[in-house]
């Protein structure tokens, strides 16, 4: 076999290289714990790589590479040329996030592949290897071959999952960006996928394939190219190419993460791990906490945005919810529909927003100083209708409005159908692009850059995908990116019973989302309409849960900034039941995902940073259940004071969403817990140390 020394050589010698047979060439690389086993090659000129957990297969030989317009690309008569090893071991703090420590525990394989016809060129794939999966991407350094600018318009890599794995999935390159309906079914029938994408192969693997460090590139969906077997597909710009970039350029990660049960999906680091460091330095100005807001009234339709007669931001109303949140210990309050742009059809003006100036009824420095008096303070809010051209022409300004006033967290919006992003080209052409689009991708950066300037945090709604930037850019807390509760008031149909034990398995392991929890008032649609033209939602539309599920949401869905969605009056109704969202934290020390299976429940139990007590919440499907959770996050047989808000024993989505119990009980650190779960119910604990 040719040394790689002797095969670099040779390589360099050729600029123009032909036809040479080259012995096949494996290498492999394990995990640190020995179970996963990563397989790269180059068998008949082709780049490829294979993955097994346990010895079972996880992904089929796969193949790897990148085509370009204007330059020879990387498909065929391709050789290893060279290979480096690394191992690595550290831990690292997050500022904020579901566990304060993180262990970066991989071992690295960087494969160079070279061409061996037309202009010598050469492109390195870097694999790293964790215990819960496998990260890798391209890296394409500076080279003879690939000067000037570079577009790319096809990756290649291909993950060979089979026909027959059971998948839950979201489509891509649908109207609703990523606001749909989890599908589940066998992966021969998915035909175009948004990441993260869950798959259990018949031998019990749990694979969840996904992409991290999505910067200065276009986001992946998995497109199939056969039954079973997906391609990375590169959402294109406006000009029909996927990525403009020069060299040296190197490709997000792309993430395969690997368990033997579904709970092991969510306890794995792999997609934070494969970002960069915090780039911001100080940032100690980014808090995480719950907030409340002037927004589920609209969604409702109690209130509107523009200023019609029933304008949810104005004073009055916003004191109410200043009052409230000084009172019962909230940080924020959002409050949507405050400047001037929202009369009429927003949807299809994003054009007229203006980001400084407030409607008559909203006077936001005597609003701020109020809040700043009692301990709280206003959250931002900017919808753009996906008018990014308006946006960003307004963004500085807005941000410094904000920060004149004391606001440190802003929510963004890009209500627009997926293409439809206006943007005008460097010749003052309007153009449309996707929400995941290059674009798109550099807009979100563009923002949080700018936001950081201000010391201020973003929350973004309608956004590109998580891709675990939170780590570089610790301001960027928080996102929507799949069906949050607003279904529920106006979806056609609302979210499911099974959806949070799906988005749990799928959605979550991307990162943080703002799905604002909390619903008290079960039958929104159920109450009169305030006026003839405000119809609230239809005969369905209610979250299809128990109460003590909304409830285990806050600790099932991780959001840093973490909301009390309901109106103020529904949670005084409460109280009691109020009491466990006052105590849970929006700030971890450590989560565990206990137990569960995709898409029928599943068991989180996290740790407060400020307290130090553990919270635990459990939901389910439309199946009641009766779960033993093991309690082996808490100290070994020490007694805890458990405060537990379950379903009561007839409670049931559909027809007695209200039955709950609470109750303290006595408990001992590693013992199991029984816990009966109604249909599309759910428990939420609170754990204290005697
Ligand atoms: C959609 C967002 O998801 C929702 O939270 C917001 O209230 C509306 N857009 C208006 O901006
Ligand atoms: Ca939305």
Avoid: C
């Amino acid at each position: 076999m040719l040394g790689i020394w002797t095969k670099l050589v040779a390589l360099a010698m050729l600029a123009f290289a032909v036809a040479m047979p080259l012995k096949a060439e494996e290498l492999t690389a394990t995990s640190p714990d020995g179970r996963i086993v990563l397989t790269v090659s180059d068998g008949g000129g082709h780049a490829a790589y294979s993955i097994s957990h346990d010895g079972n297969e996880a992904i089929r030989s796969s193949r790897l590479g990148m085509l370009f317009n204007d330059h020879h690309g990387f498909e065929d008569s391709l050789a290893i040329a060279g290979s480096t090893t690394a191992s690595h071991d550290a831990t690292w703090e997050q500022p904020w996030g579901e566990r304060r420590m993180v262990r970066d525990h991989h071992k690295e394989l960087a494969v160079t592949f070279a061409a061996q016809e037309g202009p010598a060129r050469q492109i390195t794939v870097r694999f790293r290897v964790f215990d819960t999966g496998v990260g890798f991407r391209y890296e394409l350094n500076e080279q003879a071959a690939f000067q000037g600018p570079i577009a790319i318009t096809d990756e290649l890599t291909q993950f060979a999952i089979g026909a027959d794995a059971d998948t839950w999935w979201t489509p891509s390159r649908q109207f609703n960006r990523y606001e749909y309906i989890y599908r589940k079914g066998l992966a021969g029938t998915v035909d175009d996928a948004h990441t993260p994408v869950t798959f259990r192969r018949q031998n019990g693997v749990h694979i969840s394939i996904h992409e991290a460090a999505l910067v200065d590139f276009s986001a992946m969906s998995l497109l199939a190219a056969r039954p079973g077997d997906f391609e990375a597909q590169l959402r294109a710009g406006s000009d029909g190419v996927k990525v403009h970039t020069t060299a040296p350029f190197k490709s997000p990660w792309r993430t395969i993460q690997i368990a033997s049960d579904a709970v092991g999906l969510i306890n794995s680091d792999i997609i934070l791990n494969l970002n960069e460091p915090n780039k911001l330095g100080d940032v100690s100005w980014v808090e995480p906490g719950k907030y409340v807001g002037v927004w589920w009234e609209m969604h409702i339709r109690d209130r509107t945005w523009g200023n019609d007669g029933i304008h949810g931001a104005n004073n009055t109303d916003v004191i109410r919810h200043i009052d409230f949140a000084a009172e019962h210990g909230f940080k924020g309050v959002l409050v949507e529909g405050w400047n001037i742009g929202w009369d009429g059809d927003w949807f299809n003006n994003g054009a007229l927003f203006s980001f400084t100036e407030t409607y008559d009824d909203f006077d936001l420095p005597m609003l701020s100083e109020y809040a700043a008096e009692r301990g709280v303070r206003l959250i931002g809010h900017h919808e753009t209708s996906g008018n990014v051209a308006n946006y960003e022409a307004q963004m500085a300004d807005g941000f410094a409005l904000y920060q004149e006033n004391g606001i440190r967290e802003v929510k963004t919006g890009y209500v627009a159908d997926a293409g439809d992003i206006v943007r005008y080209d460097e010749n003052g052409v309007k153009q449309y692009e996707w929400h995941d689009s290059q674009f798109m991708v550099g807009h979100h950066l563009r923002v949080v850059e700018e936001a950081a300037k201000h010391r201020i945090s973003i929350n973004a709604h309608e956004p590109v995908k998580d891709t675990g930037l939170r780590r570089t850019y610790p301001n960027w807390m928080t996102r929507e990116g799949a069906r949050g509760m607003e279904f529920n008031a106006w979806g056609t149909p609302p979210n499911p019973p099974e959806h949070i034990s799906i988005l749990a398995y799928t959605r979550m392991l991307s990162g943080p989302m703002d799905f604002t929890p909390g619903i008290f008032d079960l039958r929104p649609n159920e109450k009169p309409p305030l006026r003839p033209d405000m119809q609230r939602g239809g005969a369905d539309n209610r979250p299809q849960t128990t109460l003590a599920k909304q409830l285990a949401l806050y600790v099932v869905l991780y959001s840093p900034l973490q909301m009390a969605a309901d109106l103020p009056e529904n949670y005084e109704a409460r109280m009691d039941a109020f009491q466990f969202i006052k105590d849970v934290e929006a700030d971890w020390e450590e989560s565990v995902a206990v137990s569960g299976e995709v898409g029928e429940y599943v068991a989180i139990a996290r740790k407060g940073r400020a307290g130090g007590e553990w919270f635990l919440g459990a939901v389910t499907d439309e199946e009641e259940r009766e779960l033993s959770i093991p309690l082996s996050f808490l100290d070994e047989g020490k007694s805890y004071t458990a405060q537990v808000y379950r379903d009561g024993t007839h409670a049931h989505w559909d027809h007695n969403p209200y039955d709950i119990v609470i109750e303290e009980i006595e408990i001992t650190g590693g013992d199991d817990m029984t816990a009966l779960l109604a249909s599309s119910g759910g428990i939420a604990v609170r754990f204290i140390a005697k």
